[in-house]
T-cell receptor, first 116, second 111 residues
Framework: NAGVTQTPKFQVLKTGQSMTLQCAQD?????MYWYRQDPGMGLRLIYY???????DKGEVPNGYNVSRLNKREFSLRLESAAPSQTSVYFC???????????????FGSGTRLTVV | DQQVKQNSPSLSVQEGRISILNCDYT??????FLWYKKYPAEGPTFLIS?????DKNEDGRFTVFLNKSAKHLSLHIVPSQPGDSAVYFC??????????FGAGTRLFVKA
């Protein structure tokens, strides 16, 4: 009963370094999402993938890229990390963007990223 | 500009009493509203949702009320239990795209 799995759970990066956050779901969901959570800001959508083969920008896409590798996996890449990207990152999935209106998202447990 | 606002950062309630968490929104195009609960070091968990064509939805101890004219929704938890202590996020969406979350309200239920 893994649900949504995110790796790594913690990461410290130096300014300018790059890294990829991995996300995989085993629920055969079509839609996947990346959010960041900052104190006092709630969760903000970075990118989403409504279905395999498609990706779209969310509220705060600058500085990030995504890849929907297959139906299960949706990765988030920071090409040149900045201190402003220090945050907790959550991956989520839903059967479809439509069903998410009634049944919500299933979230992973998050990746805590610090950029120094 | 925050489209979904939770103006109370925290709320403290006695066990057995009612907890009322509030949320305001600005975009009249939202057609679904959701509540999530989050424990420390875990991801948010979906609690309950409501369509904009309804004014109330119940699921066990949780009831969500929607007042479209005031652009306001609230989550009632009755009776409150210590295990309900968590951060509650209000969220809104239009057709499921780009769900927008509020900043969250931390609920403390005292035994």
């Amino acid at each position: 009963n893994a649900g949504v799995t995110q790796t790594p759970k913690f990461q410290v990066l130096k300014t300018g370094q790059s890294m990829t956050l991995q996300c995989a779901q085993d629920m055969n969901h079509n839609s996947m999402y990346w959010y960041r959570q900052d104190p006092g800001m709630g969760l903000r959508l970075i990118y989403y993938s409504a279905s395999e083969g498609t990706t779209d920008k969310g509220e705060v896409p600058n500085g990030y890229n995504v890849s929907r590798l297959n139906k299960r996996e949706f990765s988030l890449r920071l090409e040149s990390a900045a201190p402003s990207q220090t945050s907790v990152y959550f991956c989520a999935s839903s059967e479809s963007y439509r069903t998410a209106t009634s049944y919500g998202y299933t979230f992973g447990s998050g990746t805590r990223l610090t950029v120094v | 500009d925050q489209q979904v606002k939770q103006n109370s950062p925290s709320l403290s309630v006695q066990e057995g009493r009612i907890s009322i968490l509030n949320c305001d929104y600005t975009n009249s195009m939202f057609d679904y509203f959701l509540w999530y609960k989050k424990y420390p070091a875990e991801g948010p968990t979906f609690l309950i949702s409501i369509s904009s064509i309804k004014d109330k939805n119940e699921d066990g101890r949780f009831t969500v009320f929607l007042n479209k004219s005031a652009k306001h929704l609230s989550l009632h938890i009755v009776p409150s239990q210590p295990g309900d202590s968590a951060v509650y996020f209000c969220a809104a969406t239009r057709m499921g795209f780009k769900t927008i979350f509020g900043a969250g309200t931390r609920l403390f239920v005292k035994a």
